[in-house]
């Protein structure tokens, strides 16, 4: 499989296991505290399921990735990411390198697949109001032909802002909705999750 997808997903699962306390107590405050538990257990679960020598095209991979994500995260995020995984899949057939174009439209074929398993829009306090600001800013980067690195820079600054954005409204999707107005104040775990990958990928972008 290609190397750079290879430690791509590598270094999510490293920083995914980095941050599982950080992410279980950000769900104990609005949710019920077991999304960094949920998401290690399912990334742990993909290492053990590809090899960098298995001879995979960077679609195959990405379903291979998303189906394991759908049975094994369990919680509202298992089929969220699934969703975003095989909705990249799809939109990369016949793709054999990782440009940023390619990334671009795996990110935008990832919020797609989100958005359609989720129903959630920007504002609902959800991993949307990370990843769609992120996705944005990284397509506009792409066409004002900057580099991978630079659009991941973008992408990040966005998706941050849209964590921090999380802190400020009601949730009125998942779990934290059923607090209303009292999910106020505290920062969404889910949008946390997706700023982590993506300072994972940046990270290997910048090797
Ligand atoms: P659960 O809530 O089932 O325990 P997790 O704790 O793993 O699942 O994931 C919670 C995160 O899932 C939330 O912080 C939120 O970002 C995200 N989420 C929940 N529902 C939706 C939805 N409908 N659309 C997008 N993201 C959602
Ligand atoms: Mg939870
Ligand atoms: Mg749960």
């Known amino acids: 499989m290609d190397s750079l997808v290879y430690a791509t997903i590598k270094k999510i699962t490293e920083k995914i296991e980095q941050n599982k306390d950080f992410l279980t107590d950000l769900d104990r405050e609005i949710g019920d505290g077991d999304h960094g538990i949920n998401m290690t257990r399912g990334f742990t679960a993909v290492l053990t399921k590809i090899s960098l020598d298995d001879d995979l095209d960077i679609s195959s991979t990405l379903k291979k990735v998303g189906m394991t994500l759908l049975s094994t995260v369990g919680g509202a995020s298992g089929p969220l990411y699934g969703s975003a995984f095989l909705k990249a899949s799809a939109a990369l057939k016949d793709i054999t390198t990782l440009t940023a174009p390619v990334l671009g439209k795996i990110l935008t074929a990832s919020l797609t697949g989100i958005k359609e398993r989720g129903k959630a829009v920007k504002g609902d306090k959800t991993m949307v109001d990370a990843l769609e600001p992120a996705c944005d800013?990284?397509?506009?980067?792409?066409?004002?032909?900057?580099?991978?690195?630079?659009?991941?820079?973008?992408?990040?600054?966005?998706?941050?802002?849209?964590?921090?954005?999380?802190?400020?409204?009601?949730?009125?999707?998942?779990?934290?909705?059923?607090?209303?107005?009292?999910?106020?104040?505290?920062?969404?775990?889910?949008?946390?999750?997706?700023?982590i990958i993506l300072e994972a990928i940046r990270e290997v972008i910048n090797r």
């Not at 032909?145 to 630079?150: K, M, R």
């Open 137 to 195: 800013a990284f397509v506009f980067a792409l066409s004002q032909n900057a580099s991978c690195l630079e659009c991941m820079d973008q992408a990040i600054a966005a998706a941050k802002l849209g964590v921090e954005y999380t802190k400020s409204i009601a949730a009125k999707k998942g779990r934290a909705s059923y607090l209303g107005a009292r999910s106020i104040g505290h920062q969404d775990p889910g949008a946390t999750s997706v700023l």
